[in-house]
Nanobody, 125 residues
Framework: QVRLVESGGGLVQTGGSLRLSCTGSGRTFSRSAMAWFRQAPGKEREFVAALTWSSISTLYTDSVKGRFTISRDSAENTVYLQMNSLKPEDTAVYYC??????????????????WGQGTQVTVSS
């Protein structure tokens, strides 16, 4: 069974940092594009960041540029999202995703084949 499991979420004050992890099992994701999405209460799921299969290129939504960094450890089949200078508007459930076909990554959720269950990030003001 293929699974993605996120961890690292929690409660943090404005300006603080968190590092989310997403570990895959059941198959290797070393040649997959990986991404993070988030969904705030009452809002649609939105793209946050993506990493190409080669880890050479990244995509970020404008609101997190300069604050968030996506990276991976292929040996551990794990992708990370380092989040710095957190703001209350970053509060959401964060999901990782893997794309088999769109190896250069995509901002579109429909491009991703596997999803984790999500981890809650809450930023207090």
């Amino acid at each position: 069974q293929v699974r993605l499991v996120e961890s690292g979420g929690g409660l943090v004050q404005t300006g603080g940092s968190l590092r989310l992890s997403c570990t895959g099992s059941g198959r290797t994701f070393s040649r997959s594009a990986m991404a993070w999405f988030r969904q705030a209460p009452g809002k649609e799921r939105e793209f946050v960041a993506a990493l190409t299969w080669s880890s050479i290129s990244t995509l970020y939504t404008d609101s997190v540029k300069g604050r968030f960094t996506i990276s991976r450890d292929s040996a551990e089949n794990t992708v990370y999202l380092q989040m710095n200078s957190l703001k209350p508007e970053d509060t959401a459930v964060y999901y990782c995703a893997a794309s088999i076909d769109y190896r250069e990554g995509s901002r579109l959720s429909r491009a991703y084949d596997y999803w984790g269950q999500g981890t809650q990030v809450t930023v207090s003001s």
